[in-house]
T-cell receptor, first 109, second 114 residues
Framework: GQQVMQIPQYQHVQEGEDFTTYCNSSTTLSNIQWYKQRPGGHPVFLIQLVKSGEVKKQKRLTFQFGEAKKNSSLHITATQTTDVGTYFC?????????WGAGTKLIIKP | DTGVSQDPRHKITKRGQNVTFRCDPI?????LYWYRQTLGQGPEFLTYFQNEAQLEKSRLLSDRFSAERPKGSFSTLEIQRTEQGDSAMYLC????????????FGQGTRLTVV
């Protein structure tokens, strides 16, 4: 079945450094969604990308969808403590979302 | 509160007992999903409803798991003869069917089987 690979599993950064997580699929995706899950919380929708090559920004967050619609990335500029959590990509496959394993953003003390 | 609500928030049960969880989705949403999540992992798909019809159930799901969505409104997830491996967070989500399929999650039910 369809799978979405997400890397890295963890990323440790100093506050103020950038963070990036990547998702890849072997098949063309109709769209891709990004979610954030805070420690102890539930996934919260961030954004949906639909078009080939699409780039969307939300303040310090930049989301990209690849030209072939097989990969996507989330980049956070100048991380803050409020960014801590796990970021998931999820591909819409007809009736269900296929989830990546998530990338945990950890701010070094 | 017009979000997705789940009840109970926490459940501790003895191995072998049956448990039932409830999910009330956002009222306009016709899709409803159940997921299971363990620590450090992404949500694992369990089953999906469109209105009252259960359209898909994960092949990984044991026959001990059953879900219903009578009248296409709230949904229940029952686990029979619970095992310690069933301990996890059970998440419910709802969404529209269509172009904007973002899922709205409830806060989950944390099940601990002792």
């Amino acid at each position: 079945g369809q799978q979405v690979m997400q890397i890295p599993q963890y990323q440790h950064v100093q506050e103020g450094e950038d963070f990036t997580t990547y998702c890849n699929s072997s098949t063309t995706l109709s769209n891709i969604q990004w979610y954030k899950q805070r420690p102890g919380g539930h996934p919260v929708f961030l954004i949906q990308l639909v078009k080939s090559g699409e780039v969307k920004k939300q303040k310090r967050l930049t989301f990209q969808f690849g030209e072939a619609k097989k990969n996507s990335s989330l980049h956070i500029t100048a991380t803050q403590t409020t960014d801590v959590g796990t970021y998931f990509c999820a591909a819409d496959s007809n009736y269900q979302l296929i989830w990546g394993a998530g990338t945990k953003l950890i701010i070094k003390p | 509160d017009t979000g997705v609500s789940q009840d109970p928030r926490h459940k501790i049960t003895k191995r072998g007992q049956n448990v039932t969880f409830r999910c009330d989705p956002i009222s306009e949403h016709n899709r409803l999903y159940w997921y299971r999540q363990t620590l450090g992992q992404g949500p694992e798909f369990l089953t999906y409803f469109q209105n009252e019809a259960q359209l898909e159930k994960s092949r990984l799901l044991s026959d001990r798991f059953s879900a219903e969505r009578p009248k296409g409104s709230f949904s229940t997830l029952e686990i029979q003869r619970t095992e310690q491996g069933d301990s996890a967070m059970y998440l419910c989500a709802s969404s529209f069917k269509g172009l904007n399929t973002e899922a709205f999650f409830g806060q989950g039910t944390r099940l601990t089987v002792v």
